[in-house]
């Protein structure tokens, strides 16, 4: 099969190895037809400037997923005048790796490599671990051959991923991928240009996990990334329900301020954590929307109150978060305007401030009902091992 004859056109993100891939690419002639663009984000500062972040870990099916989210949205962008239709021949790929750094490397280093691709609907996750016994060239042509094959696998091919002979005893290739729904795919097919307009009419996708009717004009929203869902969301979740007697609804904005948007793997494993509470009382439905900003959510739901902690307070209602006074000015007339209120609970360590002039929109949960354990996300994510 080649390439190039097929209707695919990518944006490649590779770094710590597979740098080949590009050679591969463009040296048979041909190669505009399929690559659209290709970076090295070869230092860890590069690499925290393409996905928004600083990761726990450079190599890693996470990270690497970041990488493809990135590289899809970047071929959005270099594809914007085309129609929206076509969007669908677009994806993302991206390795990163950890190969062999020669004598001196430390004892017990891993190698690894990761390939990721994101497309419209779908994200893919290649891992491979990687025997001892190899030279860098050795694992550098590996790595180059897993990304060409994961290029060929998604424009079509339906081939075993590398030849057996360059796989040793104990190694293989773990794959995994998550899809989503034509009507969630399309929040994200548009280009940043579009995307970043104040104009945006906002989509809104609703998950019901009870199977039965629960109102779509929700009053209480508990917004947040939930990555994953634990304890603490849990507790003011049921605070809020028992507090102001209404279901509880969750709401998860796929896309984010300065990094890319959430890829569908990790999406899965958000709204699986959600999941697990579909028994409970206080839970009403699931929304996916494209409004990381609070301004926005104000315009999709009215007439609600948000759940917040002590963090956020802090972050929303300061100036110095926004580019000046009127700002905010501006923000807290519409949050007034659109009925807008915010249920604020405390965090463990975080003083909490909360102005005079603010206070017909705040209500603060006292002490002695709740204060935030001081766990975080990024803890239980580790605890849990989650990529």
Known sequence: MHIHDQPCRIVLAITGGGAG???QLLKYGGGSATLLEATVPYSSKALDDLIGRKPDKYASPMTVRAMAMAAYRRSLSLSEDDELIRN????????????????????????????????????V??????????????EEHIATCMVIDSIA??????GEMLPDRLLGDGEFIK?????????????????????????????VFRLNLKGEEVADKPEIIFSGSFNPCHRNHIVMAEQAFWKLGKKVHF?????NVDKPPIDFISLQERLDSLKEYRDKDFLGNIYLTVA?????????????????????????????YYRNEDDMKNMLTEFRE?????????????????????????EIVPLEDYEDNGISSSAIRKEMDIE
């Open 175 to 203: 794959e995994r991928e998550a899809s989503v729904s034509e009507e969630i795919a399309q929040m994200l097919a548009r280009p940043d240009s579009i995307m970043k307009r104040p104009d945006l009419k906002h989509d």
């Open 88 to 123: 669908k021949d677009l994806m993302g790929l991206a390795a990163s790796c950890k190969l062999s750094t020669g004598s001196d490397e430390r004892e017990g280093r891993e190698h690894e490599i990761y390939v990721a691709v994101q497309s419209f609907d779908r994200t």
């Open 125 to 138: 996750v290649r891992s491979l671990r990687l025997g001892k016994a190899r030279s860098r060239q050795e």
């Open 292 to 320: 990381p900003l609070f301004i926005q959510k104000a315009q999709i739901f009215e007439n609600t109150t948000f759940i917040i902690g002590a963090d956020t307070a802090n972050r929303l209602f300061k100036v110095r």
């Open 153 to 158: 696998k998604e424009c079509g091919w339906d």
């Open 338 to 362: 659109k009925n807008i209120h915010f249920l604020v609970f405390r965090r463990k360590d975080v003083e909490l401030r909360i102005e005079t002039e603010i206070s017909d929109l705040c």
């Open 21 to 23: 891939t590009i050679e």
């Open 251 to 255: 709401e998860i904005s796929v896309t």
